[in-house]
Structures are given as structure tokens and as C-alpha cells.
């Protein structure tokens, strides 16, 4: 039941927040500064949610720079530190990367927690943890939250619930499997043979941790396995885990094998993984002393399926409009890791990075404001832009966006018209720029083509329809050139700039 | 919908109908699903970097600016001509209510269709059609 000393107790709030991972600490920060009340409840019992446990291998594999060309604590330096929350007091930025030692500059989990627990002391966020979101359901145009500690009811709950529950595929066997989440200290598999099904970066990571203990490791999966550096996209196995691919293709005695399983048995002394090969025909059998599942991960949607809530990529997502918000169930929304559910325009099938912090922070700010215009009368102060200085500001975006760099192809900045002249239409959902039906305008972002080249790409809307022009690439991604200007003038003509 | 839901679904369709079940059960991992909701833009005119998409569920619009040519339904499939030719999609493709599809980028699309040269005859087969067709999306 619910205890007088916690904050939000149950009851009727604008706004249900649920989860404290950096999804919702995000999302609730913002919120709080548009002054739109809301409670956060989360069944932890401290910040940082899947921080305090994963990754498995204790370090990220996400950037943060102690040095870079610009300035600690400055909007532009969030791109180089891809696991800082955002704030608007320059001493609550950063901190993640404060906390780091400086021996990587992927931050170790525990720097990752500390840093996360650090935005939500310093920033003052309020949450009342040890609350579990039980179930759902619609009344009227509210939503009511059954919790341990009673109802809540709103008329926006907002999950930011993460994805830390695992997932696994239909094959026979697998369910006696140990998943990612659950597998043993690295000590465990000194001298044995490991099966590992999954062929992602929670695979590679298994992989890579356990190169100095197993005695051979097998990574199988249907697809070949998608490298960062070629595939240009974060959620390809990064190169940090790479050392298994390099004893495989030079023959140390590993092996990465394109395969389809079809069930997985056990045997007197271990497992036996049946499989068709799929890059090369042919059935193949695996013994091993130890299998393990990193087959992936799903969000706990609970009873959100029976409210209706839409779901894709075989049940494992939402399904979100570009501002995060059920595509299926008006109301909900999402926050956090979920937001993949808007899987932007995927140009050159490359996706948002909306699976970690250095996206999804952006997420929960836009989102933030956006439910605040939209559903609490909030007036959110878009300046206005001379029309001589657009140019200017395009390419400086171009050039030092963190938004751009860190979400290509998914957030752009928007100036448009309003009043006879041009207002800064803030960082906004590359989508929701080009599908939307507001007055005349352009955004910019920063998108990577099939060939890997980086480059800028405008976005011109004028009498309803969109036209897209990319500018050129340089060699040192800056824009704020003659050559660039030149460029952007001209595609603004329809403008009138 | 689950992999082997998947597999059967793309059984069903004639793109994918001369392939065995392990063949296309290694297709479905080459695909990512998507969700369109109603008035979703899948494939944008004029836009570089489109994928291709196959319809696992529900309908589409193909619109060149703005006015209806065509419809696609379950099965149906788009955005190959795009990518083949390396050209930006002549029309929009805007789903009429709740869609799923599965979709491939350039680089894997033309993979499969060196891998799984039947699919690529469907694929010629279905182009063919649509090219045989083509008076009924003149202006």
C-alpha cells in the first residue's frame, strides 16, 4: 500500500511516467521544466535502470570523449559524449563522462550508473521507486495504472520500460537455453566449448568476453553478421567486438557460421545445435558444452497487446508515430530504448539510433515538448529568424548539430514561416517534417548514403509538397563554406529566400 | 507475427513461391518488419535511398504527386524499380490503413536477387506486368 513519505502517491496526475532508467529521467526532466505536472513511478529501487546490471561485459559501447574540439558542457559537445542526459544548466551536462577514469572512452557500467544517478540528484528529479506498473486500462479519456501501490490515472502515460526482458525465437529447445541475461561469470566456461545463437552485438559481446576462457566458440544465425564500419549503422556489431570475427576469417579456430537452427538437444555431457546452413546450403550439427541465447531483447508491454497497442519486428516493438505515441492507441507514449517503434524514413535501410541514449535523449525532449504544446496549452518560444541568416544557421546546424549527427536521417532542424516571416522550428522527427502538412519551411540533417559518404540533406517544403536536395560531402564534415551557401540558396528559391 | 507466420507468408506470395522453407526462413531474417499507420508515407517521390517493400498486411496508394495511379494489396511488392535503377521513386506509396511490410535497402535486395535467381524471374515477371499495364497510371 501505498506510504506517506514517497512522492506521488497514487492518484489522478496530468501525466504518468513510468520506469527511472535515462529514458524517463529525460523525459521527466523536460517535462518538468515546460511545467507540466506529472509522477514518475518505477518498481527500482534506485536510477539508471538496465545500467545497473548490463552490459554483461561491464562496458559500453557507446562513446564518451573526456576531450573533444569543443567545449565540456556545450550543446555541440553531446556529440562527442553519447551518454550524458541533457540539461539546460550547464553543470548537470556531461556527466557521464565525468565520471570516467580515462582508461577507454567507452564508459565502464558502473560509470554509466554513477553518471545516470548524477543527473537525477543534481538535476532534483523526483520518483517514487519501488512502485511496480501492474496492469492497464482505458476509462473514459483517461488511462488508469494499476500499480503495488494502487491506481494511477492520466490522461498521457508515458513507458519508458526499456528492453532488458529477453526474447527468443520459435525453435525447438531453445526455451531450456540459458538467454544473455542470464549467463554465468566468464570463469564458467574456462575450457569449454560455447555455442552462442545470435549473431548481434549481445552475441559478439558474449564472444568477445569469453575469447580468453572458452576452448572454441560458435556463433550461428541466419543472416551473415552486419559490421558497423561497412553497414554504417550502430546497431551492426560494433567494432569493438570484432576479435572473434578476426580469429574467424583467419582461421583461429572460432567460427562465425551462417545458419538456421532447428532445435537444440540436449546430450549426455552437453548440448547438440541442429542447424541448415544458409550462406552455404547443407545441414550442420554443433556439439557444445554450454548453448547460450543472445537471441535479443523485446519491450514488457504487459497488457498494452489487449489495450490495443500495435506491435512489429515479430511482436517485439511498438508501433510509433514519428513522435512516439502509440500508432494504434492514441494517449500512450513511449520513451527511451521503445522509441525504435518510430522507425523514421530508414534511408539506405540505415535506422535511428534510437536504441541508445545519444538518440533517444532527443526523443524524450521532443516528445516532451510536444505533448506539452499539444496536450497542456504550452507555449514553447520559437524565435524569430531574419531571413538573411538562414543560410547561416542551416549550415551551422549541418556542421555542429548533436541532434543531426547522433540521429541521421531521423532529426533535422526546421526554420518555417509564420507571420510573413521565418521562426526556428527547433530539432523535430526528420518524418514528421516531410509527412506533415505545416506552412512553408526546410529542414536539415546530416544522412549517410549506401556508399558510406556523409553528407547534408535539405528538405524544402513550399505549397504542400516536399522536395528533397542533397548537398555535397566534405572531408572534415564542415559546410560553412562558399561552395555550401551557394547551395542551399539556391534550393531555398521555392522560399523565396 | 512470428517467424514461422513470416515464413508462411512469404510462401504464400508469388515473388517468393519457387523457394524452399529453409530459403525463405533465411530470407525473413534478411527482411525487417515494419508498421505503417493509416496515411503513412512509405515510399517517398523524389526522395534518394528508398527501400524495397513487400505487403504482409493491409493496402497501399501509389500517388504520383498527389493523384491515385494504382493500388497494392498483401503480397504486392514496390520500391524495386527505385533501387535497381538507382533513381528516386517516381511516385509517393501511402499506406490506406494499418500496413505491414517487410522491407530491404539496396545493398540486400540486390543480394538476394543474385542468391535466388526465381525470385528474381517473379520480380521480372511482376515488372513486366505492371509495364504492360502502364496506360492505366497515364495522367
Given amino acids: 500500500m501505498a506510504t506517506v513519505d514517497k512522492p506521488f502517491p497514487p492518484g489522478t496526475y496530468p501525466v504518468v511516467v513510468v520506469g527511472s532508467g535515462p529514458g524517463a529521467l529525460q523525459t521527466s526532466y523536460t517535462l518538468r521544466s515546460l511545467g507540466v505536472e506529472h509522477a514518475v513511478i518505477s518498481s527500482d529501487d534506485r536510477p539508471a535502470g538496465m545500467f545497473q546490471r548490463f552490459p554483461i561485459f561491464q562496458r559500453l559501447i557507446s562513446w564518451s570523449k573526456p576531450y573533444s574540439p569543443v567545449e565540456r558542457h556545450s550543446r555541440a559537445y553531446e556529440r562527442y559524449d553519447w551518454n550524458s542526459l541533457l540539461a539546460d544548466e550547464p553543470d548537470s551536462c556531461g556527466l557521464v563522462t565525468d565520471q570516467m577514469d580515462g582508461t577507454s572512452y567507452f564508459p565502464a557500467r558502473q560509470e554509466m550508473e554513477a553518471g545516470i544517478a548524477a543527473f537525477a540528484e543534481k538535476t532534483k528529479l523526483t520518483i517514487r521507486y519501488g512502485c511496480t506498473w501492474e496492469s492497464t486500462r482505458k476509462d473514459g479519456d483517461d488511462f488508469v495504472l494499476t500499480t503495488s501501490d494502487g491506481e494511477y490515472r492520466c490522461r498521457i502515460p508515458i513507458f519508458a520500460i526499456g528492453m532488458a526482458m529477453s526474447w527468443v525465437p520459435n525453435i525447438p529447445g531453445i526455451d531450456e537455453v540459458p538467454h544473455y541475461v542470464d549467463v554465468k561469470t566468464p570463469r564458467d566456461y574456462a575450457g569449454k566449448r560455447v555455442a552462442i545463437i545470435g549473431k548481434r552485438n549481445s552475441g559478439f559481446e558474449l564472444a568477445d568476453g569469453l575469447l580468453p576462457w572458452a576452448r572454441q566458440i560458435v556463433l550461428l544465425s541466419p543472416r551473415p553478421t552486419g559490421v558497423s564500419v561497412l553497414t554504417h549503422f550502430v546497431a551492426s556489431v560494433r567494432a569493438r567486438y570484432l576479435q572473434p570475427y578476426e580469429d574467424h576469417v583467419l582461421g583461429g579456430g572460432n567460427f562465425i557460421v551462417d545458419a538456421a537452427i532447428e532445435r537444440i538437444e540436449r546430450t549426455s555431457d552437453g548440448w547438440r545445435v541442429h542447424a541448415q546452413g544458409t550462406t552455404k546450403p547443407g545441414p550442420m550439427t554443433v556439439e557444445a558444452d554450454e548453448v547460450i541465447a543472445a537471441t535479443g531483447f523485446q519491450v514488457p508491454m504487459q497488457d498494452l497487446r489487449d489495450l490495443g497497442v500495435a506491435t512489429f519486428m515479430q511482436d517485439r516493438f511498438p508501433a510509433l508515430t514519428p513522435m512516439w505515441e502509440s500508432a494504434s492507441v492514441p494517449g500512450i507514449h513511449f520513451a527511451g530504448t521503445t522509441t525504435q517503434g518510430a522507425v523514421g524514413l530508414r534511408k539506405y535501410g540505415i535506422g535511428s539510433s534510437s536504441a541508445a541514449v545519444h538518440g533517444f535523449r532527443y526523443n524524450a525532449r521532443i516528445m516532451a515538448r510536444h505533448i506539452a504544446e499539444k496536450h497542456f496549452g504550452v507555449t514553447i518560444d520559437r524565435p524569430s529568424i531574419a531571413p538573411e541568416d538562414i543560410v547561416e544557421k542551416l549550415l551551422d546546424e549541418a556542421t555542429l548539430a548533436p541532434e543531426l549527427w547522433t540521429q541521421k536521417s531521423y532529426l533535422c532542424r526546421v526554420f518555417e514561416s509564420r507571420d510573413g516571416g521565418f521562426v526556428d522550428g527547433d530539432v523535430l522527427p526528420l518524418q514528421a517534417f516531410v509527412d506533415g502538412s505545416g506552412p512553408d519551411g526546410t529542414a536539415i540533417t546530416i544522412e549517410t548514403d549506401a556508399e558510406g559518404d556523409i553528407h547534408p540533406a535539405l528538405y524544402v517544403r513550399a505549397k504542400g509538397s516536399v522536395e528533397e536536395h542533397l548537398l555535397d560531402s566534405t572531408s572534415m564534415h564542415d559546410y560553412r563554406d562558399p561552395e555550401h551557401r551557394a547551395q542551399v540558396k539556391a534550393a531555398l528559391g521555392p522560399l523565396g529566400l | ?139
Fill in chain 2, 1 to 139: 507475427m512470428d517467424k514461422d507466420a513470416l515464413i508462411d507468408a512469404l510462401g504464400s506470395f508469388a515473388l517468393f513461391a519457387d523457394l524452399s522453407r529453409p530459403e525463405l526462413e533465411g530470407l525473413v531474417h534478411t527482411f525487417e518488419e515494419e508498421w505503417f499507420g493509416e496515411g503513412q508515407t512509405v515510399v517517398h517521390q523524389g526522395f534518394t535511398g528508398t527501400g524495397f517493400y513487400v505487403i504482409l498486411e493491409g493496402e497501399a496508394s501509389v500517388r504520383i504527386d498527389g493523384e491515385e495511379r494504382a493500388k497494392l494489396s498483401r503480397g504486392d511488392f514496390f520500391g524495386e524499380l527505385s533501387i535497381l535503377l538507382d533513381e528516386p521513386p517516381l511516385a509517393d506509396v501511402v499506406a490506406l490503413g494499418p500496413m505491414r511490410a517487410l522491407t530491404l535497402a539496396r545493398g540486400a535486395l540486390d543480394e538476394v536477387l543474385v542468391q535466388h535467381p526465381h525470385v528474381c524471374l517473379r520480380m521480372l515477371q511482376g515488372t513486366l506486368r505492371r509495364l504492360r499495364s502502364a496506360s492505366r497510371w497515364q495522367p
